[in-house]
């Protein structure tokens, strides 16, 4: 893992998480401590119900723990305001979803656009970020297509392209292989992971598939809202499918 002389991007401590169930309540997160450092690739797996899109929600600032920290860039996220930490989202953080959240009636430029168009650019500066991130996953030729004319992969790089668009920190995916075959969630991942080795950005996604892990440089184990393992992955040669950026 990265060495400690490094500063952490996102730290928890002891970070629990309540949901109300009626008149009681269950607990998906059970103490967490973890810290991620610059430009990891983690794979956040486990079953269903073990607590990791929580996890992920904790991380990408869309929700605070009912007590412990979690803090990114040194910030306690707890202390942040409503309004600070949908600033701290759209500025360092980019999200990816498993069912891809696609505007249908926009074009996959106007798609990717969108981001940036919540602060305002102009729409020039906008759409030739747009055209350049398309570019780097391969969807050159596809940007004025709407997502109903592209494929389950395509629309996931799409996906990538606007999760990226305005060169986050950290990228949070949350199971955005789980509605992908085989074929297409490996090159995925693999895309993935080339964006995060050149441009040194953090990437943090769940999974529940297993066949994933050996594309990753961390995999957290979660079972029943706790972090059961915690390991450095050693990627083996030929693993890599055919992406190029």
């Keep these: 893992m990265p060495t400690p002389a490094l500063t952490p991007l996102i730290e928890l401590r002891r970070a ?14 059970k103490g967490i401590d973890l810290t991620i450092y610059p430009g990891e690739f983690v794979a956040i797996w486990g079953p269903s119900g073990s607590g990791k899109s929580t996890l992920c929600n904790l991380i990408g600032l869309l929700d605070t723990p009912s007590s412990g920290t979690v803090r990114f860039n040194g910030q306690d996220a707890a202390a942040l305001s409503d309004d600070q ?3 701290a989202r759209n500025r ?17 430029v106007e798609n990717v656009m969108l981001p940036l168009q919540i602060g305002h650019p102009s729409s020039r500066l906008s759409k030739e970020a747009a055209i350049k991130r398309l ?29 990226l668009i305005a060169s986050p920190a950290l990228v949070v995916a949350d199971e955005p292989t789980a509605n992908l075959d085989s ?23 769940s999974t529940h598939d297993e066949r994933l892990l050996d594309r990753v440089d961390r995999q957290i184990m979660m079972r029943d809202g706790e972090a059961v393992e915690d390991r450095k992955t050693t990627l083996k ?4 499918a055919g992406v190029s950026l």
């Design 16 to 29: 629990i998480k309540h949901y109300s169930l009626g008149e009681g309540q269950i607990t998906a997160l």
């Design 85 to 87: 930490r949908s600033e």
């Design 92 to 108: 360092s953080i980019g999200f990816i979803f498993q069912g891809f959240n696609l505007i249908p009636v926009l074009s996959a």
């Design 135 to 163: 570019t780097e996953v391969g969807l050159a030729s596809h940007i004025d297509h709407r997502p109903t004319k592209l494929s389950g992969g395509q629309q996931q790089r799409v996906a990538i392209a606007r999760a």
């Design 183 to 205: 074929e297409n969630a490996l090159k995925v991942i693999d895309l993935m992971r080339k964006i995060s080795k050149k441009e040194g950005t953090t990437f943090v996604f």
């Design 237 to 240: 040669s030929g693993k890599m």
